[in-house]
Nanobody
Framework: QVQLVESGGGLVQPGGSLRLSCAASRSIFSNMGWYRQAPGEQRERVAVISRGGSTIYADSVKGRFTISRDNTKNTVFLQMNSLRPEDTAVYYC??????????WGQGTQVTVSS
């Protein structure tokens, strides 16, 4: 099993920045990433990163969000800049575990509002 602990959400004004973190309880040798879900919307994949550092972003966040990981600390990060009200959502980190199961964090609220 893998436990994930997220941190870093909060309230920010439009144009502001936040950095999310997600620490895994063991080494992850596969992909780590982030999804988000706004009220009344389907869950959307925001970004994913391989162990080697290859990344994929949703079109809606390209150029504004950056995903990274620290394999020595089993942690994935999401740096979010130029935030917009439409980025408001609960953000969930996930990892593809060594047992083939996808594990999810508890979710952290990001609210972009003036």
């Amino acid at each position: 099993q893998v436990q994930l602990v997220e941190s870093g959400g909060g309230l920010v004004q439009p144009g502001g920045s936040l950095r999310l973190s997600c620490a895994a309880s063991r080494s992850i040798f596969s992909n780590m990433g982030w999804y988000r879900q706004a009220p009344g919307e389907q869950r959307e994949r925001v970004a994913v990163i391989s162990r080697g550092g290859s990344t994929i972003y949703a079109d809606s966040v390209k150029g504004r969000f950056t995903i990274s990981r620290d394999n020595t600390k089993n942690t994935v990060f999401l740096q979010m800049n130029s935030l917009r009200p439409e980025d408001t959502a609960v953000y969930y980190c996930y990892v593809n575990g060594p047992d083939g199961i996808t594990y999810w964090g508890q979710g952290t609220q990001v609210t972009v509002s003036s």
